[in-house]
């Protein structure tokens, strides 16, 4: 989503180029020339997307950043999510991330392209391992996978499945490409003036974890080894609502 590019585009001062169906942000990380877009909402358009960029640009890895949701209460808003596993819920296919950066991953990333929100089924999940949802990182993935370009995933924690924040109604406030609907929000507002703190509260949280993503992210490839400021490598962005970073030339989305 756009929202996710944001914190990117500010923290690396992206000049957007591109025209057409290929939107990009363009800008460096030290030596490495970086390259981000937005793809959109749904594993079609994620797809769709990074296969545009790859078909125009030469990309040496792909890091996916943005937002996810927690299956649970207790992960505070802004957590880095660190998945041993992404796995693709339409088909059970399990892609393992490249990891830019130390720590211990663990659990399952589940990418699905529709809304959950029922308590049984959230439940079944987090007892199979699951620790996260998103709708794109297994589709990213796949496309990675097929062109042989190592990706990595920096997603935080911008809202909880449980808590009820989330909804059909809120869910098509917004766009597939990510931009809001102000008719669809003007009705919901209309219909429900007291959720607009609440509203207020998932807005911020996003922001937050959108934040907290592109930080590690950008991190983590400027610890990648021929990164400092000495030379000339390349490195994309791409944004599916999450983003894309590949590198050698990197792309972020």
């Known amino acids: 989503m756009p929202m996710e590019l944001t914190p990117l585009r ?5 000049a957007k180029t591109g025209s057409g169906r290929l939107q990009v942000h363009e800008g460096t990380l030290g030596r490495r020339r970086v390259v981000a877009i ?14 545009r960029l790859l078909d125009q640009v030469e990309v040496d890895q792909v890091v ?36 830019l950066s130390e720590g211990n991953a663990s659990g399952k990333m589940w990418t699905t392209d ?79 003036p007291g959720k607009l703190p609440a509203m207020a509260r998932l807005a911020k949280g996003a922001r937050s974890a959108a934040d907290r993503a592109a930080s590690a992210a950008i991190e983590a490839v400027r610890q990648l080894p021929g990164s400092e400021d000495t030379g000339s490598e390349d490195t994309g962005s791409e944004d599916t609502g999450s983003e894309d970073t590949g590198s050698g030339r990197t792309g972020a989305n």
Request: aromatic letters at 4%.
């Open 64 to 99: 996916v950043v943005g937002i996810t949701g927690a299956v649970e209460n207790d992960t505070p808003i802004g957590s880095l999510v660190d998945p041993e596993v992404v796995v693709d819920s339409a088909t059970g296919e399990e892609f393992r991330p490249h990891r």
């Open 10 to 14: 500010k923290k690396l001062d992206l």
């Open 114 to 192: 529709v809304l959950i929100t029922d308590l049984d089924v959230i439940a079944g999940l987090r007892n199979s391992g699951v620790v996260a949802l998103d709708m794109e990182t297994a589709a990213i993935a796949r496309v990675c996978e097929r062109h042989k370009i190592p990706w990595s995933v920096f997603r935080a924690i911008s809202d909880r499945a449980t808590d009820g924040s989330l909804d059909d109604d809120v869910f098509h406030m917004s766009n597939q490409d990510g931009t809001p609907k102000p008719a669809a929000i003007a009705s919901y507002f209309l219909k429900h």
């Open 38 to 51: 937005v793809t959109g909402m749904g594993t079609k358009l994620a797809t769709d997307g990074l296969e």
